[in-house]
Structures are given as C-alpha cells and as structure tokens.
C-alpha cells in the first residue's frame, strides 16, 4: 500500500495554491490544474459546492461551531437513512479515528472494506466504505451496503467541515457503538451537500462521463465516473508527476481511482493525454 508519507510529497509537489474554484485549483504563479483527485469523493461537487460555504458561514456566525445538541442531527439521519435504505440507525463522530473506534466497539475490530481500493477484499470487514456513486465500484445490480452490517459513507462535503458518519443495519449495533456530540456546524453542512449531491447527480451521468474516453482510454480504466490510472512500467510516482506537468491533479494513492470532474474542457484532457504520451516514450 502506498504510505501516506508518499503520498503528502507528491502533493506538495504542486505549487501553492491560492484559490480553489469547482474542480480546478489556481496556484500563485498564474497555473492552473483540474481537480481528477476530489479528495477520494469528498470534494465531487466541486472545491465547495455552490451554498457549503455559505451555510458554514451561517452556522459560524450564530456559534454552531461547538459540539452541543441540535436538531439537525435526526434531519441528517433521517436523510442518510432515505439514501442508503438497507440502514435503520446513524451516528456521527468528530474524525474517522473516533468512528473505527466506535466500529471495534460494536463489532470486536475496525476492519473497513472499501470496494475502490484496489486488490482489497472484504470478506472480514464489517462495513463498507459507500463513495459517491458507489453502484459503480460494484458488482452490477448490487446494492449500496451489500450484506455488511455498517456502512461508512463518505459525504459529498469537504472534510473539515462534514462529520464522520458510521450507518447500521440494527439498532442493537448503533447502541454499542454510541456516538459523538458533533458541531451543529458539521451536520448542517452535510446536509446541505447531499441536498446538492442529489440535484447534482441528474447532469452527472453516463453521457457525461463518457465525455473524457476519448482522451483519456489507454491511461485510465473509466467504471462509472470514476477513473483507475493506468501508469504500467513508469510507476504512480512518474504518472502523477507527467499529469501535474500537463496541468491536471490525479489521486496520489494508486490503489484509489480519480473522478470524471463535473466540468471540463478537451483542451485540457487533451494536454493530459499529450503528457501521458510522453511518458511513456
């Protein structure tokens, strides 16, 4: 598995960046790159979504900051439970540790099977992690959350300001796991990205997807919308380097694929497909 110390060196090789808009980040030299990584699915609505900001705003200028009760949390189950309806219960926790902690406290371990990783079986695992269009990494016809007993949805909301969230197929493991008293903020946030994930899904489709074969087929395995690096002898390191080179940001874990991002030009796939090329000669 590749480390998260490597990881972090081959993102500091991008320059600093000084805004981030939808899916392309603008760095203080003038360059620009498009977003293929999304942050593993957190960031699929773009840098931060068309109202996240402004709702964390919000909640930021009447103190919802802190952890206290609220009840934005049964909305937020109640809307999770809505999408994922093999689940009956939902608790939330302030970062993912605290979530693997409630997972060994409800089942003896924290085993997470995440059907993107590659070459990851699940067979042990108590809960699956549901990514964004998660149907996609999945046998066809299977249903989100298969046969395991927990589920670990990723929200489609940047990380800081979304919860960890554990979902469970009875109430009996939900009690033994317990949760976090989360920031109203963390919920309110949330909510709002899946109400945007749900508008945003309609445009999002096959035909869209399909868009970037043409460019992008013989460097990436396309499931869905998401995107499988193909690097062959050069190795992730040099993919990833040649990619940056050409102005496009891939996943810096070879085991996890990128995404088709919501907007993109064939100017700029094409320039990635050129620099792939390249690499290879």
Known sequence: MHGDREQQDLL????????????????????????????GGRAILGSKGSGIGTVVKAAVDVGLSKPMPSVRERRLEKELLARYPLFSAARFYRDDGRARAALERAFGDDAIYDPARRGEA????????LRPFAEALSEPGSKAGGDFPAAFPL?????PFAPAVL????????????????APLYLAAASRALAEFATFSEAYNEEHWRRTDRRLSGHFE??????????????????????????????????????VPGDFDDGELARLRAGLDGMEV
């Open 122 to 129: 699940g067979p042990s695992a108590r809960a699956i992690v």
């Open 12 to 39: 500091r090789l991008l320059p600093a960046i000084r805004r981030a808009r939808l899916w392309r980040l603008y760095a203080e030299d003038g360059r620009r790159f498009l977003d293929l990584w999304m942050d």
């Open 167 to 182: 979902l469970f197929r009875d109430n009996s493991s939900a009690e033994l796991a317990g949760g976090d008293l989360v």
């Open 222 to 259: 396309r499931r869905g919308p998401w995107l499988y690096a193909l690097p062959g002898t050069a190795g992730h390191a040099a993919f990833f380097r040649a990619a940056l080179a050409s102005g496009v940001l891939v996943s810096p874990d070879p085991e996890l694929p990128c995404l």
């Open 155 to 159: 929200i489609p909301c940047p990380a």
